[in-house]
């Protein structure tokens, strides 16, 4: 098999879509974005090549294209290749994006679904299958928990029980939790060395910040993709994106804001959004993936509205 691989971004979507590798034979090239690089060149026998650099298969024939972008670019570039099958999307003749068949599992959940944008949401808010699951089946495999491949991370320094990753970035504002900076007090207060995941020049120390602590509390983001591919403990907020998508791999908690449906998928900035998983629930959550929940206790005196204005209480 001579297999082609397009996924560029966002990157936490790259790391998730590898546990496809160990499922491909033969020749396997990936084009991605180049800040991505990094994450794939080391894995073993997979040629990466950054977006930049696609014209370099443009004469060569596979056996299959698997692309999992869902924009014109992509979709035209497609076009103008040779393949024996195509999965995932392409421009059609009409000049419209458009999907193959057999991954309207996924797409249809998409910008791209044949459905439009708002029922293809609905469609994603009743989904209960991971991506995974849903791009594995598609393509004719079963998904069995197969593992992110992550190359090594750089050494770093910093390091901790708790690490926090307080913003998930600008696209989907509403991922970002109220509460975080209370949080890394209350847990503090209980003697823990917690640390605020610090902005890196590479994506490989991000990792290592990631690798260095017992666990990362998180949005759905890139960090959450590291610690599950690293095997670390997770305390995962969904504020208004799907927490079903998301294989756990037995090392992530999720917490699903309550108001979930009403803010799914969408992209604006509402404090009823970001503010309705308490700082009590979130804490209960870490110290239990800790094992620390029997040692200490949360003060449930003072807590309104998400925020913490009471204090925490070790026991005697």
């Excluded at 998730?16 to 073993?44: D, F, H, M």
């Excluded at 024996?84 to 057999?102: K, M, P, S, Y």
């Excluded at 989904?127 to 593992?147: A, C, H, P, V």
């Excluded at 990792?207 to 305390?235: E, I, Q, W, Y």
């Amino acid at each position: 098999m001579n297999t082609l691989i397009i996924k560029l971004g966002a990157t936490g979507d790259v790391v998730r879509t590898t546990p496809l590798l160990e499922k491909l034979s033969g020749k396997i090239t990936w084009i991605t974005a180049v800040k991505n690089v990094p994450l794939l060149k080391s894995v073993e026998n997979l040629n990466c090549l950054s977006w930049e650099q696609r014209n370099s298969v443009a004469n060569v024939r596979h056996d299959l294209i698997i692309n999992l972008e869902d924009t014109t670019e992509s979709g035209e570039f497609v076009q103008t290749l040779k393949y024996n099958r195509l999965f995932g999307a392409f421009v059609n003749a009409g000049r419209v994006l458009a999907c193959t068949d057999d991954s309207r599992g996924w797409f249809d959940l998409s910008l791209i679904s044949r459905f439009g944008k708002s029922a293809a949401d609905q469609l994603k808010l009743k989904n209960r299958r991971t991506y995974q699951d849903l791009i594995f089946e598609g393509l004719g495999f079963g998904f069995t928990g197969e593992k992110y491949l992550l190359p090594e991370p750089s050494e770093m320094n910093l390091s901790g029980d708790v690490a926090i990753s307080p913003k998930a970035g600008a696209v989907w504002p509403m991922k970002n939790w109220a509460y975080y900076a209370e949080l890394k007090c209350e847990l503090e207060a209980n003697g823990l060395v917690v640390n605020m995941l610090p902005e890196r020049a590479t994506l490989l120390e991000h990792l290592g910040d990631v690798k260095n602590h017992r666990l990362l509390v998180s949005g759905d983001s890139l960090p959450m993709h590291f610690a599950l591919g690293t095997g670390t403990r997770c305390v995962t907020i969904f504020n208004c994106t799907s927490p079903w998508e998301i294989f756990d791999y037995g090392v992530q908690q999720q917490i699903t804001s309550p108001f979930l449906a009403e803010f799914f998928f969408k992209r604006g900035v509402d404090e009823r959004a970001t503010g309705a998983i308490s700082v009590e629930e979130v804490f209960d959550a870490v110290m239990k993936q800790l094992g620390s929940d029997a040692i200490y206790n949360f003060s449930r005196v003072g807590v309104r509205a998400g925020r913490l204005v009471g204090s925490l209480a070790r026991p005697d």
